[in-house]
């Protein structure tokens, strides 16, 4: 059974840069025609996208936090991070990591349980 | 960007009530619509893929149906699992979430 599991730095301080790492077991994350998210909540808000990773390397950001966000693989540690630059108070929320399924509808079907970022100094 | 908007933003209801929540997308998006079940404290379940097609292990309570800007998920008779918040979430272009939907228990 397919797992995901976030890790990272849980604080932050304001103006530094966020990382990230969603650990795949269960399966390779170089199979099938997958993509590899990251999504955050915010506390007590709704869910935001941030973007996604294919194993080949090809990424697609989110516009809003396209110039912030670069998001990589590492195909020998079965893995993908997240880098978020310049963070502020407006990026502390829970961060997930999931797969979309299908390329075709972007169906998020696997997600970590989610770590929390605080930002603060 | 396409906006994603769903209501109502909460809802009461009871045990073994039919309850439809609406997702209306800013412009047309096809099918292009999932949604999720996020229980409290919990990572977000995928319920419905392509407007209307039922996850594998998702009980036949949900349904789903629409296309183009309207979309509805219904839940024939709510269980107390499904206390809950729902999520849309379109795929038409880029990928955005609606605000979400609670429901609360009457």
């Known amino acids: 059974q397919l797992q995901l599991q976030e890790s990272g730095s849980g604080l932050v301080k304001p103006s530094q840069t966020l990382s990230l790492t969603c650990a795949v077991s269960g399966g390779s994350i170089s199979s099938g025609n997958h993509s590899w998210n990251w999504i955050r909540q915010p506390p007590g808000k709704g869910l935001e996208w941030i973007g996604y990773i294919h194993h080949t390397g090809s990424t697609y950001y989110n516009p809003s936090l396209k110039s912030r966000v670069t998001i990589s693989v590492d195909t020998s540690k079965n893995q993908f991070s997240l880098k978020l630059s310049s963070v502020t108070a407006a990026d502390a929320a829970l961060y997930y990591c999931?797969?979309?399924?299908?390329?075709?509808?972007?169906?998020?079907?696997?997600w970590g349980q989610g770590t929390t970022v605080t930002v603060s100094s | 960007d396409i906006q994603m908007t769903q209501s109502p933003s909460s809802l009461s209801a009871s045990v073994g009530d039919r309850v439809t929540i609406t997702c209306r997308a800013s412009q047309s998006i096809s099918n292009y619509l999932n949604w999720y079940r996020q229980k409290p404290g919990k990572a977000p379940n995928l319920l419905i893929y392509?407007?209307?097609s039922l996850q594998s292990g998702v009980p036949s309570r949900f349904s789903g149906t629409g296309s183009g800007t309207d979309f509805t998920l219904t839940i024939s008779s709510l269980q107390p699992e499904d206390f809950a918040t729902y999520y849309c979430?379109?795929?038409?272009?880029?990928?955005?979430f609606g605000q979400g939907t609670k429901v609360e228990i009457k």
């Open positions: 979430q379109q795929t038409y272009s880029s990928l955005s």
């Open positions: 999931a797969r979309i399924r299908s390329s075709r509808w972007g169906d998020l079907d696997v």
């Open positions: 392509a407007a209307s």
